[in-house]
């Protein structure tokens, strides 16, 4: 494996200096770990999340939408285990004042001695560890009063368990079927990181799919698969995507089995994905709690089960993390070096550029017609200012993966260049042409450069 020139800092630096994501309430001296997504960040994040709903929509005829509340009903999270067992260890340290996660002291740095992890300096003094709730909890209503606390959901996965019945009275769905929801999660992290890996404040992309008990390994494991082929069509390198079995110890209290699609971040190997077999524990749990039926019954033949539930749960941040950390490479162009993201193409935030060769001779109107015709079809950017190689360079580094040139040639016979992010080749094209060009290339499978380089 050739060595990768990324870091996580310069992923850090890109993100700020294009606009994909800055540091929340920067103006107030930041926030923690709390991010904004800028204009390209906002595209990326939508076409990452379009992919998602594209194969489990519209690719497929078993799975259904929802979008459901983020904040729901109290009992959900006593139903779900989260009330009571949706903690992590915590310590305090006396000397430096830093909390770490009891669990994960060999990540964590000494407050006074970064080289050392908390406990190895004599100075060190760790206070017992005690179980922190991760869960964001605030009230409803004007009063503070008993029965008005509420959480903000930790996950989306529960929204979905407790619109089931719902979904078998109106959906006219049976088992093998899913349902599918994209949106926020909020969890009180005690240590966040690594800019937006693990954040408070993060989006889900996480299907359902309930099953007769009899199939539920067979699922997960087509589920399994499914997932790996997601994140190796749109780019990520496969030498850096990786299952992991949890080991028994590991398991959550509801899951039978998990796996984790892992990918190897510059911080190691760690989850993107984790894909659960979580039994009929949720489906019970709530007909427990809410006294109603949660349950299938075939009409026909008068059989009746709780299904069980295979869920593959992403983040959608972490998501685009690895798309961006997979996608930044630097080369040499002319003896000058380039930052350039190599992003899938239906990743990329922009699919072309528009740029007038100079801001003369027709040239800009003509761009701006072509630009115009574009942008009906798909994302596209005009630019006229500065040296072309500078804007270029500015489009390499969004990932743009075609930048359309118009020079005096274009003003005689409607032709224009069409330039490569990756290869760097130009080829003529008609102005004519271009939309489908463009389309037909969108279309073809794509294979890191990285992969060859
Ligand atoms: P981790 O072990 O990293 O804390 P988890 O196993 O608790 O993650 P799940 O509950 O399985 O995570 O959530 C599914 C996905 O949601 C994760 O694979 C990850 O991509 C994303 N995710 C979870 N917690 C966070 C967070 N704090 N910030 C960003 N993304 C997150």
């Known amino acids: 494996m050739p060595t990768d020139v990324v870091t996580m800092d310069?992923?850090?630096?890109?993100?700020?200096?294009?606009?994909?994501?800055?540091?929340?309430?920067?103006?107030?001296?930041?926030l923690g770990s709390s991010y904004d997504y800028g204009h390209y960040g906002v595209l990326l994040k939508n076409n990452v999340k379009n992919q998602w709903w594209k194969a489990m929509l519209q690719e497929?005829?078993?799975?259904?939408?929802?979008?459901?509340?983020?904040?729901?009903?109290?009992r959900t999270w006593e139903a779900s285990g989260h009330l009571a067992g949706f903690t992590d260890p915590l310590v305090d340290c006396r000397t430096c004042?830093?909390?770490?996660?009891?669990?994960?002291?060999?990540?964590?740095?000494?407050?006074?001695?970064?080289?050392?992890?908390?406990?190895?300096?004599?100075?060190?003094?760790?206070?017992?560890?005690?179980?922190?709730?991760?869960?964001?909890?605030?009230?409803?209503?004007?009063?503070?009063?008993?029965?008005?606390?509420?959480?903000?959901?930790?996950?989306?996965?529960?929204?979905?368990?407790?619109?089931?019945?719902?979904?078998?009275?109106?959906a006219r769905k049976k088992p093998p079927f899913g349902i599918a929801q994209i949106g926020k999660?909020?969890?009180?992290?005690?240590?966040?990181?690594?800019?937006?890996?693990?954040?408070?404040?993060?989006?889900?992309?996480?299907?359902?799919?309930?099953?007769?008990?009899?199939?539920?390994?067979?699922?997960?494991?087509?589920?399994?698969?499914?997932r790996m082929k997601w994140w190796v069509a749109l780019g990520l390198r496969p030498d850096h995507l990786q299952l992991r079995a949890h080991d028994a110890d590991e398991l959550s209290h509801y899951s039978s089995a998990t796996s984790d699609?892992?990918?190897?971040?510059?911080?190691?190997?760690?989850?993107?994905?984790?894909?659960?077999?979580?039994?009929?524990?949720?489906?019970?749990?709530?007909?427990?709690?809410?006294?109603?039926?949660?349950?299938?019954?075939?009409t026909a033949t008068g059989e009746r089960y709780v299904p069980h539930v295979i869920e593959p749960a992403a983040g959608v941040d972490r998501a685009m993390l690895a798309f961006l950390v997979d996608a930044y490479d630097e080369d040499q162009i002319e003896g000058e070096q380039r930052t350039v993201l190599r992003l899938h193409p239906l990743l990329a935030p922009v699919k072309v550029a528009v740029l007038p060769l100079v801001r003369k001779d027709g040239q800009p109107e003509l761009a701006a017609?072509?630009?115009?015709?574009?942008?009906?079809?798909?994302q596209a950017e005009y630019d006229?200012?500065?040296?072309?190689?500078?804007?270029?360079?500015?489009?390499?580094?969004?990932?743009?993966?075609?930048?359309?040139?118009?020079?005096?040639?274009?003003?005689?016979?409607?032709?224009?260049?069409?330039?490569?992010?990756?290869?760097?080749?130009?080829?003529?094209?008609?102005?004519?042409?271009?939309?489908?060009?463009?389309?037909?290339?969108l279309g073809e499978p794509w294979r890191s450069p990285k992969l060859d380089s």
């Open 60 to 74: 497929r005829d078993d799975v259904v939408a929802l979008d459901s509340a983020i904040i729901q009903h109290p």
């Open 185 to 226: 999660s909020f969890r009180n992290e005690i240590t966040t990181g690594n800019f937006i890996f693990r954040t408070r404040e993060f989006e889900q992309m996480e299907l359902e799919f309930f099953v007769p008990p009899g199939d539920a390994g067979s699922w997960h494991q087509h589920w399994l698969a499914e």
């Open 369 to 378: 017609e072509v630009y115009r015709e574009l942008r009906d079809h798909v």
């Open 384 to 441: 006229e200012g500065g040296a072309i190689g500078r804007r270029y360079r500015r489009q390499d580094e969004i990932g743009t993966p075609w930048a359309v040139t118009i020079d005096h040639q274009s003003l005689e016979d409607r032709t224009v260049t069409l330039r490569d992010r990756d290869s760097l080749a130009q080829v003529r094209v008609a102005i004519g042409e271009l939309v489908d060009v463009i389309r037909g290339r």
């Open 261 to 298: 699609v892992e990918y190897l971040f510059p911080i190691g190997w760690s989850e993107l994905e984790g894909i659960a077999n979580r039994g009929d524990f949720d489906l019970t749990q709530h007909a427990n709690f809410s006294g109603q039926k949660l349950e299938y019954v075939d």
């Open 97 to 170: 004042k830093l909390r770490f996660r009891a669990d994960k002291l060999e990540d964590a740095q000494c407050g006074r001695k970064p080289s050392k992890h908390p406990g190895e300096t004599p100075d060190c003094d760790l206070t017992e560890a005690r179980d922190f709730n991760l869960m964001f909890e605030t009230t409803v209503g004007p009063v503070k009063e008993e029965g008005s606390t509420v959480y903000l959901r930790p996950e989306t996965a529960q929204g979905i368990f407790l619109n089931f019945k719902n979904y078998m009275q109106f």
């Open 10 to 30: 310069k992923i850090v630096s890109l993100c700020k200096r294009r606009g994909f994501v800055f540091p929340s309430s920067e103006i107030y001296g930041g």
